[in-house]
């Protein structure tokens, strides 16, 4: 029977391997046919299924009684904390305080303002500096004129003009540096006391040091704003309102009365005019 199986095998095989082959074939358990059978497919899951249960096996034995998950655990990084010195503790008190953030508040203000008055003040002080060196220049050119008056009598003019100009120019100029620093305030008194004695001289003017009154106005009837010299005589008008005010050289007293405001008033060579607008 063996024999007959292996019939095709044997009619291939000579030899020694005859003899093993005639040998009886011992049989452990079933025999087992094999058949032909096509390749399974490959399958990761199949392949790792086996790690994975051990894995599992493995956390159950880790966590039996707590019954818990198995958690990823990431290390915490704590930030620390700069903790405020106690001086700025302080000042985040005080600023926390509304009485004491408004007198902060109104300190700044008060700073800054003061600040700003300051910067003011200096420049007005660079302004008036550059009006008073051209005042000066003025009176140095007038005295230059001065010198040619005996040669030039039109220089005696010119001069006088510009002394005159000098006069007004410094007069509004010693009323804007009141409350300035006295250096300004001093120079501005020095060079109007130089122009006042030059026009006094020019135009022969005299000082009268204790000046005797001779009469006063009375305000309730009339307030002279404007004067004329004519003949030793003076003239007092006013363009507010009517009449003239005449005072003779011996005291005497009159009043002119008008219909109109005289304005304007000039004397020529044996008369005066007087002139009123529109």
Known sequence: EILNKKEELLFEISGVFMAVLLTKEVFLGK???????????FSLKETFSSFLN????????????????????????????????????KIK???????????????????????????????????????????????????SLLILKEASPEAIQKANLLLKESWEEISSLSKKVMGL???LNYQVSTLKDDISEKLAELNKLERIENPQVLFEFERKTFVPLKLLVFNENLYFFN????????????????IIETEQEINFAASLDDSISFFSKP
């Open 54 to 89: 051990l894995f599992k096996k493995i956390r159950k034995s880790t966590f039996p009684s707590l019954g818990l998950k198995a958690k990823l655990i990431l290390p915490q990084i704590i930030v620390p904390k700069t903790k405020l010195s106690s001086s700025r503790k």
């Open 181 to 183: 620093p006295e250096t």
């Open 239 to 254: 363009p507010y309102s009517k009449n003239i005010f005449q005072l003779k050289e011996n005291g005497e007293k009159n």
């Open 31 to 41: 025999k087992e046919t094999v058949s032909p059978k096509l390749l399974k497919e």
């Open 93 to 143: 008190a005080f600023f926390l305080n509304k009485n004491r953030s408004l007198i902060f508040v109104l300190v700044i203000l008060l700073s800054l303002g003061f600040f700003l008055s300051r910067f003011e003040q200096e420049r007005n002080i660079k302004i008036y500096n550059k009006d008073l060196a051209e005042i000066r220049q003025k009176l140095i050119l007038a005295d």
